[in-house]
């Protein structure tokens, strides 16, 4: 389980990189920040060195399938289905690597703080990492799976068995003239354009942290308020929805996802704890 949480710091810590770098060296830069982030930790739990290469795999292989220039998405869902394998994979056979040791441990446990005892090094070194990997790899998760149910929506539009939604004339009376009192003319309105959720970006990170903390304290009924919360603040703007649903769908799909990778870190966390 040391080495899952090693894997999602090193993601975080990559993804994070990307996001404030220019497209040119975002890629290198964020997968030598990676790697460094993954070399620090493992040195620092007692890893075998020859986990280094698979993580300069894992992590180039993530930022190179999820890049957002190329507008493709099935890179991106090949790049998650194996992650989580690899997360699994790590997860079952995990125990074999042994107890961790090392400076890390050391400094940890040296901790002036006795409600520390009772939280093993590991279940902390998970939280750590997943927080980091709730930061802005989360978001990459969150549009791979916003961007797939788009491609879906504009595929079941351009099917020829899909029916154009009518467009019924609308009424509008031109301005009045003192020479002549003009016929009202039809006039077919403009179909209104898709417009996203604003915030997101930078309210996802925040609410799964605080989601996270909460369900690792056991504070169930703060996570349902904060769940029903986040519906009522954004019901007003969904209400007004005049896109055929697209914009109740772009909400939801993207709040599951997210809430989604709350609940995996949890769990891996509660496993070891």
Sequence with gaps: MILVAVLLASLGTADLVRRRLPFSRAIWMATAAGVLVFLLAAAGVGLAWWFTPVAVVAVAGWLAATREDTGAHRAGYWALGSLAALIVALVVFGPALGQPTGTLVDWYTAL??????????????????????????????????????????RDRRNSPDAAAPPTAPVTVAPPRRWWHRGRPAPVVPLPSQFTELKGGRFIGPLERVFLLALVLTGQFTAVAAVIAAKGIVRFPEISKDDTGGSKAEYFLVGSFASWALVVVVATLVALVA
């Design 112 to 153: 002036p703080y006795t409600g520390l005892t009772a939280i093993p090094f590991t279940a902390f070194a998970l939280t750590v990492g997943g927080v980091l990997f709730l930061f802005e790899t989360a978001n990459v998760v969150v549009r791979l799976a916003l961007r797939g149910e788009r491609s879906s929506s």
